[in-house]
Structure formats: C-alpha cells, structure tokens
C-alpha cells in the first residue's frame, strides 16, 4: 500500500509546503500571501467553475445520449459488428481526439472547406470559433465523443446484469405503459448502479488536461491546465501560486473521493 | 406500411464512429492540403515512408511506447494482483482501498508536478526508467482496485481447501489463485497497458521533453502545426489499442460493474 500512498502524500505535502513558502527557490520562510494572492484574484475559482461546467455539461449530455442509444438500441448493439464497433472510440485517447476536433472544427478544418465548398462562407474569418473557444465547444464534443460509448457499453452491461428486460415485462404485465417503465424501472435502476462511476467521471473529467490545452482558450483555463501553466512558468515568483491551486484542487478530489467511499457505518438499530 | 428509422440511426452511429479512424488514415495519407481544397493536393505513400527514416524519429517514439506501456502493464499486474490479497485479507480493508483511490482520481499531470521534485531528487527525471516508475504510480492504484472484486469469500475458501489437503502456500499460488484470475489479469494487463500507451500529462512532466512517446509526438506536431505526421503519429498510436481491444471486449465490462 506504500507504494499508492506515499508518493500521494509526499506530493501532496511538498505542494503544501511550496504553497506557503515553505519549500521552492525563491522562498525563504512560512507565509500565507500566496494563498490570499491566488483567493484575491479570484483565477481559482473562476477556473474551478469553468472546468465543473464543462464536465457537467458534458457528463449530463453524454449521459443523455448513451441513456437513449441504450433503450433504443439495445437488441441491435448486441450483434457482433456493432457491438465491436461500439468498443472502437475506447482506443481514441485524449491527445488525438483534441487533434481530430481542430481538423474538423478549426476556421481551416473540415467543416470549414465544405462551408466554403456551399457558399456559406467566403474567407476562413466566416467560420465561427469552434475550437480554442470561449463556450469550450471543442472541449465539450471531445468529450462527449469520448464518452457517449463508454456509458453506452456500461449501461447495456448494467441491462443485462440487473435483468431489466424481465422487470420491464413484468411492469407492463401489471399495467405499466412504456413511459412509466422508462422513468420508474429503467431509469432508477440503470443511475443507481453507476452512480458511483457516473460520479468518478465528474472527477476525471474536472481534471482532464490534454483535450482542454488542445481546444481550450487562454483564459479561463481547465484546473489542470492552469495549475501546470502556473508551476511550469519562468516566473518563480509565481510558481507558489501555481502549488496553491494544486493544493485546493487535490483537497477538492480526496474529499469527494472520501464522501463516496468512505466505509459507511451501519445504523445500529439494536442498541438501545 | 411503418417505416422504421432504427437501420438509419444505426448506420449513421456506426458512420460517426468510424469516420475519426478513416479521417486519420488519410490524412496520414496527405500533404499539401490547402484551405479550401476538398481533396488533399498528394495522397500517397510519402508520409508512411517517412517513418523507416530518421527525420522524424517516429519509429524510434513507437518503440519507446510500447517498452514503457509492457513495462507498465506487467508491473502494475503482478504487483496489483498480489498486494491486493494482502489489502483484502486486511481487516481494516475498506479504508485501504480508499487509499487507492487518491493517486487513481487525482489528475495525472497534477500528480507529476508536485512529484517532479522528488523524481529530480532521485535521479528519475528526464529518462525512461522515471516515466515508467511515474505512470506506474498511476496504474498501480487502478489494478489494486480492479482486484478488489476477485478476492472474496469462495477464493478463500479454495485457499483454505488447499491448505487443508496439504498443499504449500506456493502450490496454492501456481496451481489455484493464478489459473482462477487469469482472465482478469488479462483485462488487467490490457487496461494497464492503455492508461500507459494513452498517457500524456505525467510523460510530459516526468519526461521533460527527452523521453518521446508517440503522445508526446502528436503533441509536438500539433504544436508544428504539421498535421500530416500528427495524424500518422495518431494511427500509430489507435491502432493498436484497436487489436487489443478486439481480443479484450469479451471481457472488459463485465467485470466492470
């Protein structure tokens, strides 16, 4: 277990300790100005609230979509060809699905030519910004390209494993409609098996890094890409700063991870 | 007569999902490319000769890919597989999985910036070794948890049964517990491998720009704005997850939930 942990909370400590100089090269002792230099900006949050809305949007989006290509799609995806086929976006990683984004979306790119190609637009400067873009539309469509298979493939697991096909029957055998099977079987059941998982990939993505510094803009930036942006800069003065961010942003992830982890005590309904 | 509109929806899913991998196939194919040509200006085989070359040192990067993601894959593996029986075994458990999941929810390249230090320190930063060792860290927690689901009562009661017939520890390690989870240090290995094969933030970091990975190459080339390489360099680096996850999909998501 060592070998998890320590190196966590060495880092954990040498980050805390160079957030308030502590530790670092330009730092001579304990003080507290970089963390009330990095609150008074206010970068930190702006930043955490940026990254939250993306990954929520994308999350619930993804969510959304792989929820309706299951309910639909179900008996068809079980085929061999497009049951492969569904695995197939699980071999895209982050770096080459940000490059594919800004072939298709960039003012040069894919979409851009065949705009042209309509007459939609005359000069690349027409197009609209889609990548590098200040809604993270870019982002936000790597995302969901990204994700949309994966919870296809997790909730068909979870049909097949919950036996909800026989508890759908069985609803509708007792006068369900379709509708009532959707929201009242299907639903709760399929969220409350992945919502744990549902819940790690809010995590994931929060602190996702290659596709945000491919298609994000230069401010506000995705958590990770600030923080490594502040703690790589030539400016040692402001690498503190940086630390402070990783600091608040580690504390903000071990706490979610500890809410929906922690062993949870049983009540005792015996003691008197 | 109903039309259905199922057939359409599904052969434009399977359009969506097949046009990134055609997309990059030709445009490693391509060169002068301009805006706002349709068609690329050559197609042909320049690029892909390119690589049996040194300019751009791309076989080189594939190579090093594949020894540091093995090296990852069989490490965390093993390592996983046998210390989580201990943590299993361990009757304050729960909280040791938590552990686990500190390092594998923290975002890699955050986890490498405060580590980088210590890397410095010990001589790991800047080479091979350093990024096998720093994704390590990162895989390890993953196949640590991943095992958590195959240690359970009926594998104790196999080891129990074993030792009760008079087999060694050793025996019951070889001849019981390894054939039991060898599909799922398959699916271990496999997913290890990936977290590897796909890092990007930790090699960076770790790596400082001299341990060049094909992730670290699309990068570069983006960066070149030299789109031709850099969808190469993605072939290179999607296709082969596509081989494996062609022999794995039997097996990943049901051991997932």
């Known amino acids: 277990m060592l070998i998890g942990v320590v190196p966590f909370f060495a880092a954990f400590i040498y980050a805390l300790g160079y957030s308030f100089g502590v530790m670092g090269v330009l730092n001579n002792g304990f003080t507290t100005r970089f963390w009330e230099s990095v609150f008074a900006s206010g970068e930190f949050l702006k930043s955490f609230g940026y990254s939250a809305a993306i990954a929520l949007v994308s999350l619930v989006l993804s969510i959304g979509g792989a929820l309706w290509v299951t309910l639909k799609f179900r008996r068809e995806l079980d085929k061999k060809f497009l049951s492969f086929m569904m695995y197939l976006p699980l071999a895209i990683p982050g770096v080459v699905a940000g490059f594919f984004m800004i072939q298709l979306f960039s003012k040069a790119g894919f979409f851009a030519r065949i705009a042209f190609q309509l007459g939609l637009i005359e000069k690349t400067a027409q197009f609209p910004d889609l990548v590098n873009d200040s809604l993270a539309f870019g982002i936000i469509v790597a995302f969901i390209t990204m994700l949309i298979p994966f919870f296809t493939l997790l909730f068909l697991n979870v049909y097949k494993n919950e036996r909800i096909e026989e508890l759908s029957i069985l609803a509708h055998a007792l006068g369900a409609n379709a509708n009532q099977v959707t929201r009242r079987v299907f639903l709760p059941i399929i969220l409350k098996k992945t919502g744990v998982l549902i819940a790690l990939y809010f995590i994931f993505l929060l602190g996702a890094y290659e596709v945000p510094l491919i298609l994000g803009q230069e401010s506000p930036q995705m958590l990770s890409v600030l923080i490594i942006r502040e703690t790589r800069q030539f400016d040692l003065s402001k690498i503190s700063e940086g630390y402070v961010v990783a600091v608040m942003y580690t504390l903000v992830v071990s706490i979610t991870v500890i809410l929906l982890f922690l062993p949870k005590r049983k009540k005792a309904i015996y003691e008197s | ?257």
């Not at chain 2, 690589?51 to 594939?62: A, D, P, V, Y």
């Not at chain 2, 955050?110 to 890397?119: E, N, T, W």
């Not at chain 2, 320190?121 to 993953?142: C, H, M, S």
């Not at chain 2, 699309?218 to 072939?235: M, T």
Request: charged content about 10%.
């Open chain 2, 1 to 257: 007569m109903k039309v259905s509109w199922k057939p359409y929806i599904l052969t434009l899913i399977v359009l969506l999902i097949g046009f990134p991998f055609i997309f990059m196939v030709l445009l490693s194919f391509s060169s002068s490319w301009r805006f706002p040509d349709i068609l690329p200006g050559y197609f042909g085989l320049k690029n892909w000769v390119t690589i049996l070359g040194s300019e751009t040192g791309l076989l080189q990067s594939f190579i090093i890919s594949v020894v540091i993601s093995l090296s990852v894959g069989m490490v965390s593996t093993f390592s996983g597989f046998l210390i989580s029986r201990a943590v299993f075994y361990h009757k304050r458990r729960r909280i040791l999985t938590l552990f686990a999941y500190f390092p594998y929810v923290l975002a890699p390249v955050v986890f490498g910036a405060c580590l980088s230090f210590f890397f410095l320190k010990i001589g790991l930063f800047g080479n091979v070794t350093g990024v096998i060792v720093a994704q390590f860290l990162v895989a390890f927690p993953y196949a640590l948890i991943f095992f958590g689901s195959f240690w359970n009562k009926k594998i104790k009661s196999y080891e129990d049964l074993v030792a009760t017939l008079g087999g060694t520890p050793r025996q019951t390690f070889f001849k019981v517990l390894l054939p039991l989870a060898k599909s799922m240090l398959l699916i271990c290995f496999f997913q290890t491998f990936l977290i590897s094969w796909f890092e990007y933030g930790l090699t960076s970091i770790i790596g400082v720009g001299k341990v060049q990975t094909l992730t670290i190459k699309v990068f570069l080339f983006i960066k070149e704005a030299n789109y031709y390489y850099g969808a190469l360099s993605c072939c290179l680096l999607i296709f082969p997850p596509v081989v494996l996850l062609y022999f794995n999909k039997r097996y990943v998501f049901k051991n997932l939930v």
